[in-house]
């Protein structure tokens, strides 16, 4: 059963190859994603620029073969419709944003906006290593700060999931079960 790689994109122009390849799987192979793998993606993030240089992200990572506390408390936080699909990759991560500058404790307008583009490197590093990551915004951010503990000047902002996409017969095969 291979992965879907068709290039789905229509271009105008020429872009780099991986991000014709960069998709938003709900299917994932059943394949742990070796730790050299996860520290690749994650390196990644700290090549996005953000504001001040701040790199106001932080990740919470957890996985069925690792941290399955916290993998188990990240898919919990999940609404209800992306927990069916989301437990099939084997790592799930919340990102969060310092919501102040460390240099002057004022409020970082831009934390959000830093974050996504923290995410977006790995994303595009994870394609190059043959994973994907699919971010949702549906989950309760009460839920991730009972949790975790998450403090007060952090916001939770998104949930991935990050895993070797599975087959496109099985991605069909789950948008008739939630059809």
């Not at 437990?87 to 996504?116: E, Q």
């Amino acid at each position: 059963m291979a992965a879907d790689t068709t290039n789905v994109l229509v271009l105008e122009h020429e872009i780099l190859p991986v991000l014709t390849q960069r998709r938003s799987p709900r299917a994932y192979a059943n394949q742990l994603v070796p730790v050299d793998v996860l520290h690749q993606v994650f390196a990644a993030a700290s090549s996005a620029s953000s504001c001040f240089g701040e790199q106001p992200w932080h990740f919470l990572v957890g996985t069925r073969a690792g941290s399955v506390e916290a993998y188990d408390k990240v898919l919990a936080s999940l609404a209800e419709f992306n927990q069916p699909w989301a437990k099939a990759a084997l790592v799930l991560v919340m990102s969060l944003a310092r919501t102040t500058f460390s240099h002057d404790s004022n409020p970082n307008a831009w934390d959000t906006h830093d974050v996504g583009q923290a995410v977006a490197t790995p994303a595009i590093q994870g394609t190059e290593l043959g994973v994907q990551i699919h971010q949702m915004t549906g989950f309760s951010a009460d839920k991730v700060r009972a949790a975790f503990g998450v403090p007060a000047g952090y916001e939770p902002v998104a949930i991935f999931t990050l895993g070797y996409p599975g087959a496109l017969a099985l991605v069909k095969s789950l948008v008739q079960r939630l059809n």
